[in-house]
């Protein structure tokens, strides 16, 4: 008779510290994920937003998404010219006391000391700042200041914030990209000062005819098609037939101050220039272009530039095939699915064996896996296993070995039982039965074959029981 033995008291004790020690994976694994996504988010973010700095940023002549060819084409198109300058002092001789448009996409990599030009401009000229930064503004002397800024650009149209347009250009284009900063008037400041697109674009009639835009949305490969941003940036550009853009490639570096003819200081040109020479696309100066010449000082940005030629833009063409938003969601699946992976692989060590909590006797893992065939209703299985079993222990009752064949083994049996043979090589080796009844009726047979061979032999000496 056995006894049930109680169970071990340890590990009740330490299972529910185990379990509270692995309930933080139920905290940090939610939390991991979040800051995850806030992270690829932020990144894909910085990644999708333009760096002025960076060559090819809104150039005439760069065809990648955050170049300005596009434009350059659709002005064209327009019958506006377009001169392209590397440097401030040949943009403002470029200017050549005629109406232009001085177009400057990135002010701040103007040098400090070369941002005091702009505020000289003269009467006629249109300057066209795309972003510029407090420190821009001051230095130029314009009355705007900078509020607040948005996380992406956003398309409104020119009267968003109840107050008409009263600039022409922008109520033609209608909704555009143009809301990303926004600016508004210096304290103080008693002059005119046009605000639209909810104070996005200020138009400030001074000395020069000031325009500035704190998005560059409008005039970028990747968005001029949409909504009225084409329209927006040739309008501001093409309003006097002749653009001098400013093309710089880096920060601009600081002018070299000589003394002219008058005595007075002037920036110096560049090595191998005289002061009264400037650059346009075809190499020329001012005195004639190198190809004859045009009346204006310059060539539109088909031509090569004599420093470096086009630009190439060295872009994969795979990365260039899909928008920015696909990369950045494709990580974020790769990082959901890598982080799906480590959850559902938490175990990363090889298995432990843990002591069972209490003793399970025999009988109960029989009747158990009983239950389990039954489930399954696998009487096939359940018969091989019975009638395996029991030729097992006739062998070894009946000292034969486990070559002897199907035969020997029903004869010999038959002989200690007084059965038929054939009636004990059917209940041995015989068919699956086809109900649960015949198994159970098989199972109470080979009980009864192994009884009355164990009663009626005798096993000899030495045998292993």
Do not use: K
């Not at 700095?53 to 377009?82: I, K, M, N, Q």
């Not at 994969?316 to 990082?335: G, R, S, V």
């Not at 091989?384 to 097992?392: F, I, K, N, Q, Y």
Request: glycine residues 10%; aromatic residues 4%.
């Amino acid at each position: 008779m056995t006894t049930a033995v109680s169970p071990t008291p340890a590990p009740e004790r330490t299972a529910p510290a185990r379990r509270r020690r692995r309930r933080w994976h139920r905290i940090a694994l939610p939390c991991a994920l979040a800051a995850a996504l806030i992270v690829t988010t932020l990144v894909a973010h910085a990644v999708d937003q333009p760096d002025p700095a960076a060559p090819g940023f809104l150039s005439p002549v760069a065809a990648t998404e955050h170049g300005g060819s596009r434009l350059a084409g659709a002005l064209r198109g327009r019958g506006v010219t377009v001169h392209r300058e590397s440097d401030l002092l040949p943009a403002l001789l470029a200017l050549d006391d005629r109406p232009a448009t001085l177009f400057v996409p990135a002010p701040e990599l103007l040098h400090p000391d070369t941002l005091g030009a702009l505020g000289d401009l003269p009467v006629g000229t249109r300057l066209v700042l795309v972003d510029p930064s407090r420190r821009v503004l001051e230095q130029v002397g314009l009355p705007v200041v900078r509020t607040d800024r948005r996380w992406a650009a956003r398309t409104v149209r020119p009267d968003t914030d109840g107050r008409p347009c009263p600039l022409p250009e922008a109520a033609r284009a209608g909704s555009a990209a143009a809301a990303l900063q926004h600016y508004t008037a210096s304290p103080g400041h008693a002059g005119e000062l046009r605000r639209c697109y909810s104070g996005g674009l200020v138009h400030l009639p001074w000395t020069a005819d000031v325009v500035v835009i704190g998005a560059s949305d409008p005039f970028r490969n990747d968005r001029i098609d949409e909504w009225g941003n084409e329209e927006l940036a040739a309008g501001l550009l093409g309003r006097h037939g002749r653009v001098v853009w400013l093309d710089l490639d880096g920060p601009a570096p600081p002018p070299r101050l000589g003394t002219g003819s008058t005595g007075e200081p002037a920036w110096s040109p560049l090595p191998g220039e005289a002061p009264d020479e400037r650059r346009d696309d075809d190499g020329g100066a001012n005195g004639g272009p190198a190809n004859g010449g045009s009346d204006d000082g310059g060539s539109d940005d088909d031509s090569p530039d004599q420093s470096g030629g086009e630009r190439p833009d060295g872009d994969n063409p795979l990365w260039a095939a899909f928008p920015t938003w696909f990369w950045a969601l494709l990580l974020q699946l790769a990082l959901a699915a890598l982080l799906v992976v480590l959850w559902r692989a938490r175990r990363l060590g090889p298995p432990v064996t843990e002591p069972l909590p209490v003793r399970v006797h025999s009988a109960e893992t029989v009747l158990g896996r009983a239950r389990l065939y039954q489930r399954a209703r696998a009487r096939g299985p359940a018969a091989a296993t019975l009638r395996s079993a029991t030729r097992d222990r006739l062998r070894t009752r009946l000292n034969l070995p486990a070559t002897a064949s199907p035969d020997e083994v029903t004869a010999l049996v038959a002989r200690y039982t007084g059965d038929h043979p054939d009636e004990i090589h059917e209940l041995l080796y015989g068919a699956t039965p086809a109900t649960d009844a015949e198994l159970l009726a098989l199972a109470r047979s080979l009980d009864r074959v192994t009884r009355t061979v164990a009663a009626a032999h005798h096993p000899s000496e030495g045998d292993p029981r």
